[in-house]
């Protein structure tokens, strides 16, 4: 199993600022995945961030808004840029495991609030 | 398209009972994996079981074990011996290709009653 961390675990922060949230790996991984997940809603996925290329972002995302660093392969950052209130959500790090199972690891979640 | 169903916004179930939480998906491709996370009010993503779409047997994992009927492209969660730890957000997950990007459910959340 993988164990994630990040920082900060929950912010408070006005619009129109940006925020950049940490996400450290405890073990070396190719790829790590960045989760949005609204209030009361399910998990959608951000962007997919490899070492040492571009991260590639899903539909209604755009890197403009969600730039992604991934300089090596045990950590990434995710910036929430120019925020609003609609960007009120738990902001979650994940990998995948190295198993048969393969199943997804989460790190405890950044809780963004934006007033 | 990949798509995950959870009907069940909310469950109650009293202290040690058994309580089921319904997942249905939707899949052309033959080779998937299902999956059950908890979602405590912290916030955290805890795995719980795991299905692979060529498993023969249903998953166990201690409290938790999965009813998976393929044909009806279920797979259900159940909870035995319900505890109030298990009062939690619970998401059904599915991964598949192409790129194997796991799909979520809109989540159940579960409440055990003393």
């Known amino acids: 199993s993988a164990v994630i961390s990040q920082k900060p675990s929950r912010d408070i922060c006005q619009r129109g600022t940006s925020l950049t949230i940490q996400c450290q790996v405890d073990?070396?991984?190719?790829?790590m995945f960045w989760y949005r997940q609204q209030p009361g809603q399910s998990l959608t996925l951000i962007a997919t961030a490899n070492q040492g290329s571009e991260a590639t972002y899903e539909s209604g995302f755009v890197i403009d808004k969600f730039p992604i660093s991934r300089p090596n392969l045990t950590f990434s950052t995710l910036t929430v840029s120019n925020m609003s209130p609609e960007d009120s959500s738990i902001y979650l790090c994940?990998?995948?495991?190295?198993?048969?199972?393969?199943?997804?690891?989460f790190g405890p979640g950044t809780r963004l609030t934006v007033t | 398209a990949q798509k995950i169903t959870q009907t069940q916004p909310g469950m109650f179930v009293q202290e040690k009972e058994a309580v089921t939480l319904d997942c249905t998906y939707d899949?052309?491709?033959?080779?998937?994996?299902l999956f059950w996370y908890k979602q405590p009010s912290s916030g955290e993503m805890i795995f719980l079981i795991y299905q692979g779409s060529y498993d023969q047997q249903n998953a166990t994992e201690g409290r938790y074990s999965l009813n998976f009927q393929k044909a009806r492209k279920s797979a259900n969660l159940v909870i035995s011996a319900s505890q109030l730890g298990d009062s939690a957000m619970y998401f059904c997950?599915?991964?598949?290709?192409?790129?194997?990007?796991?799909?979520f459910g809109t989540g159940t959340s579960l409440t055990v009653i003393p």
């Open positions: 899949t052309s491709d033959p080779s998937y994996g």
């Open positions: 994940s990998v995948r495991g190295q198993g048969i199972v393969d199943e997804q690891y």
């Open positions: 073990s070396q991984v190719t790829m």
């Open positions: 997950a599915m991964r598949a290709p192409p790129g194997n990007q796991f799909y």
